[in-house]
């Protein structure tokens, strides 16, 4: 409280003050201009009141207004107070296909039902609010389908989505090469550390590649990821939203937090979780795909002891539950036999985690070892060796450690190359001249060719040439160089110095000692030739396995030639289509066999056999080993899709048909001294006992091929149809660019990596060339899930140059229409109303919402990693693996499996596929250039403007 003095001093401070203003007439004058002031405030309230009391009066005395009072009661009068109901009649379409429109509406129904209306119907019963909501909705589709239909799909689903993927895995790869150098001198047991530097080095890569964005912040914060996902919806509600809607900022702001907390943190945190990816990687993948032979590689591979762990526990408890049922089986054999296939795993699994805590130490790598393996190896003879390009690859890495060793190679490669593109060409020429239609165009190739085999005489034989080819007679070396110069181009300039470059590789300290060193031994390795045959054993030992194909009939003996002349009569009357117990299927071919001592009498006994194809393959390779001269004959060859086609089968069983009628045609068997005991034991009903094993076979499949791989190259260049031989004049055009390049930089020197591996993937396809793209685009995807381009030096380089020379000018164009042909089916009204329908099943089974999920246990989530990875490997072919190699396939897989395996990476490859469909979807809006300020701000990129900046200083 203010103290007497001070109040006494501000009174008196007051009335000084007025004083010396107003004077002493001025304590008369306040007290007048008050009174006047309220004097005139009561008379105009009283003024005004008066008159609205008058009237008011006067309306509720009038006998008009009495009047109908007295004849409503009140039941009626709540009735007319009752505000008239509106009707709201909702709008159906909303693509304008009713398939999809009707899946739609179901989509919304149980939308609406079970996000709005549990919570609206507490608030209020007014529907005006529902049905505007509704119609928002609707708009928002129509517009959405609207954009849709104008998008480009096939464009950016084979060339923009497959080009960021490829980058992405780019990235990757780049990221695990500089960690891992980094972390050279170190052990990585440190995982958090390793991790840590992983992602930094994964983004510093990305920033070099985008070169201004980088996608860190939003990866890696929160709050930027939250901050992002607000542009992101604001850039779609101004697009889609009607003008009035998108002005109403409140309803805006709402509408951007529930599409953000609502539907895309929920979306992205369950896409790219590891756990989640892992699980749909085994739906994907069929069961078959999960082999015996996948699954105990990958746990002998494992170097992540939680997850054999869970493993192994997971296989004690299957092992505990069978020897509870011990007493309740009857057939005690078979659970043996699983128990101990289990017991088998287990023991697997503790090797390896021992091997990993450092106490097994019997597992030793071959060439540390020193181990010779002598004759217990497959020998692989050179010629294979040079035209497999598994096989080639590791004898051109040693081949660079032998002196003078590198120049060989190259030089018999390079006139292999040169023999096969001209024996076609020539073969073009003298076609034209037949038809005498020879043009000037012809010359020019001729002279091309005279080119060509100069560069190739300049690079290898002049005495200027770096590497010259050493220890070939000079007198041949001066008899090419005057043939090129005086006689018309020829496929045979380089024959004979061919020869005997072949001769001088397979001298001692080229390629017998390159069969005694490690090279050789991870070469067969990744043939996959180093297998043992644990498997044929199996084989023989479960004929059981295969009763379902084959009659119970026991086996007929068939009597040999000496017991009398009896006659093999067998035909080929069927095909048909089993699934074995793995699930996977297979063809089996119905064979009518009967045994006569004369054509004209009747069977002296006839039964029914079933074979496959894996057996009529084992028969040939026998075959081909006991009578040499039956090698001519040609078995129906294998194909790696769409095996299961009866157009395909009932082809293959006429070719199998005419196959079986030749052996056994009573001339071959008398020609061929105990081929008849062959083809009975073949014939037998029951199961045919393989000759070969599974190694054998491998091999065989390595060899044949390859053995005439040269001839079938330039065979199929020769039954090239007259229509393309413009095209040939593209490939010729590619071999020329490859035989004029090795003129500046010689095969084997280092590439300039650095610059390759900075930009995307899609930009190594020439911009003013857009002929094949999305076959294109998928062949570098290929190059860079497995490192093609970085593996395969040279010769590989070389290899996938021609081919892709090879596919575009005679298949490139029809393997692009069925890659646009199927992106068409995808995108089709019936497969979007599929894609719409699976969504309601997923979210709202039966029609009702589905419950949330069950957590998973960690050894649930890393059992689940591992079957993933099995299923992963599964699913890729033999015939991949021959020719990319088998380890290159294994490193591979690998890499994609781990690269899923991080959610950080995959927000990132989610975001940037976010970022594509956005701008296909909104062409009018700058999606990329508004989101590239955005991520101008990461961390990364501050990081470098920084140096940059720093750098320009200095300098």
């Known amino acids: 409280m203010m103290e007497p003095l001070s109040l006494h001093l501000w009174l008196g401070l007051f009335v000084t003050l007025f004083l010396t203003s107003f004077g002493i007439p001025g304590l008369f004058y306040l007290p007048l201009y008050l009174l006047l002031f309220l004097s005139g405030c009561w008379f105009v309230v009283w003024r005004n009141g008066r008159g609205t009391m008058k009237q008011t009066e006067h309306k509720f005395t009038s006998p008009d207004h009495l009047k109908p009072m007295n004849n409503i ?10 505000r008239p109901e509106r009707k709201f009649k909702a709008d159906k379409r909303f693509t304008g296909s009713s398939v999809i429109d009707e899946t739609l509406q179901e989509v919304l129904l149980y939308a609406m039902r079970d996000y709005v209306h549990h919570w609206y119907y507490n608030i209020s019963d007014h529907e005006e609010f529902l049905y505007t909501l509704r119609e928002t909705i609707q708009k928002v589709v129509i517009a959405i389908s609207s954009r849709a239909k104008e998008c480009d799909w096939v464009s950016f689903l084979t060339t923009v989505l497959v080009d960021d993927f490829a980058s992405h895995i780019r990235l990757f790869r780049r990221a695990q090469q500089l960690t891992s150098s980094r972390n050279s001198s170190q052990t990585l047991d440190d995982y958090e550390t390793y991790h840590k530097n992983l992602m930094a080095a994964f983004f510093d890569a990305e920033a070099e590649m985008e070169d201004v964005s980088c996608s860190d912040h939003i990866c890696q914060s929160p709050e930027r990821e939250d901050d992002y996902l607000r542009e992101i919806s604001e850039l779609i509600l101004y697009h889609l939203l009607p003008q009035e809607d998108f002005r109403n900022k409140s309803f805006r702001y709402i509408m951007r937090e529930v599409i953000v907390f609502g539907v895309f943190k929920p979306t992205i945190k369950l896409i790219t979780d590891p756990d989640y990816v892992n699980q749909t990687i085994v739906w994907w993948c069929k069961d078959s795909t999960f082999t015996n032979e996948a699954f105990l590689q990958i746990v002998k591979s494992s170097d992540d002891v939680a997850e054999i762990e869970a493993v192994g526990e997971r296989v004690e408890h299957e092992i505990a539950r069978l020897r509870a049922q011990d007493s309740n089986v009857e057939d005690q054999d078979v659970l043996k036999q699983q128990i101990g296939s289990l017991s088998f795993v287990l023991r697997v699994c503790q090797d390896r985690i021992r091997h990993l805590h450092g106490e ?15 004759p217990l190896i497959y020998q692989l003879p050179l010629e294979v060796v040079l035209v497999n390009n598994v096989a080639l690859s590791y004898f051109t890495d040693y081949m660079a450690t032998v002196p003078a060793g590198q120049g060989l190679l190259f030089f018999w490669l390079t006139v292999e190359g040169y023999r096969v593109s001209t024996e076609q060409q020539l073969q073009e020429i003298r076609l034209q001249c037949l038809a005498g239609k020879l043009s000037s165009a012809s010359k020019k190739d001729l002279e091309m060719m005279r080119a060509a085999a100069q560069c190739i005489y300049d690079e290898y034989l002049s005495p200027d040439a770096v590497p010259r080819v050493e220890y070939l007679d000079e007198n041949l070396i001066k008899n090419i160089e005057t043939r090129i110069a005086t006689e018309k181009p020829s496929d045979s300039w380089f024959d004979d110095a061919q020869k005997q470059v072949l001769l001088l590789m397979n001298e001692e300290q080229y390629y017998p000692a ?51 002349p009896p006659l093999l009569i067998a035909a080929i009357t069927g095909a048909d289509c089993r699934t074995d117990v793995s699930g996977r299927g297979y063809a089996v071919y119905d064979i009518s066999v009967s045994r006569t001592t004369d054509p004209g009498l009747a069977s002296v006994d006839a039964w029914q056999v079933y074979r496959r194809y894996s057996e009529f393959h084992d028969l040939h390779i026998l075959l081909k080993e006991r009578f040499g001269t039956l090698g001519s004959l040609e078995l129906p060859c294998k194909r790696t899709f769409n095996t299961m086609e009866k157009s395909f089968l009932q082809r293959r069983r006429k070719a199998l048909h005419q196959y079986l009628q030749y052996l056994l045609d009573p001339n071959t068997l008398a020609n061929y001294r105990g081929l ?11 199961v045919y006992e393989k000759e070969k094993g599974s190694l054998a076979r491998k091999v065989d499949n390595l060899l044949n091929p390859l053995r005439n791989s040269v ?71 290929l190059g860079e899930v497995f490192d093609l381009r970085h593996r395969d030096r040279w010769l590989r380089r070389q290899f996938v140059g021609l081919l892709r020379q090879i596919i575009k000018t005679t298949f490139g164009d029809t393997i692009n229409r069925k890659i646009v042909s199927h992106v068409d089916w995808l995108t089709s009204a019936d497969q979007v109303t599929e ?84 701008t296909v979807l909104l062409p009018d809006c700058r999606v990329r250039e508004i989101l590239a300020k955005f991520h101008a701000k990461s961390t990364t990129m501050k990081s470098r403007s920084a140096s940059a900046s720093t750098g320009a200083l200095h300098r």
């Not at 008849?676 to 009903?685: G, H, S």
């Not at 590619?734 to 500046?744: D, R, W």
């Open 676 to 686: 008849y005991q062959v083809m009975a034991k073949f014939l037998e009903a029951g």
């Open 514 to 564: 390159f069969k005694r060193s490690a090279l050789y031994m991870k070469c067969l390795a990744d043939l996959d030739l180093l297998k043992v045959t644990e498997i044929d054993t199996a084989m023989k030992n479960s004929k059981q396995c295969n009763n379902n194909v084959n009659n119970s009939r026991p086996p007929v003996k068939l009597p040999s030639p000496e017991d009398g």
């Open 360 to 374: 097994d130490v019997e597992v030793i790598v071959a060439e540390e070892a020193g181990v010779n393996y002598g």
């Open 835 to 918: 894609y719409v329908r699976q969504f309601r099943e997923a979210f709202w089974p039966g029609g009702v919402l589905a419950e949330e999920r069950d957590s998973r246990d960690s050894n649930t989530k890393l059992r689940t990693k591992v079957a993933a990875k099995v299923k992963m490997f599964g699913s890729m072919s033999d015939e991949l693996k021959t020719v990319i190699g088998a380890e290159t396939t294994r490193l591979g897989i690998l890499r994609i499996f781990e690269m899923f395996q991080y959610e950080t990476f995959n927000r990132r490859l989610l975001y940037v596929v976010l970022e594509g469909l956005l």
């Open 73 to 82: 009661n009140i039941q009626e009068l709540v009735e007319s107070c009752r």
């Open 711 to 781: 001839q079938s190259v330039s065979s199929a260049v020769r039954s090239i149809p007259d229509h393309a031989f413009d095209g040939v004049q593209k490939v010729s055009d590619g071999f020329k660019q490859i035989l004029s390049s090795g003129a500046g930089s010689k095969p084997g020197l280092p590439e300039q990596k650095q610059a390759y591996d900075k930009c995307k993937v899609g930009n190594l396809l020439a911009p003013d060339d857009d002929d094949n793209i999305p076959l294109r685009i998928m062949i570098l995807l």
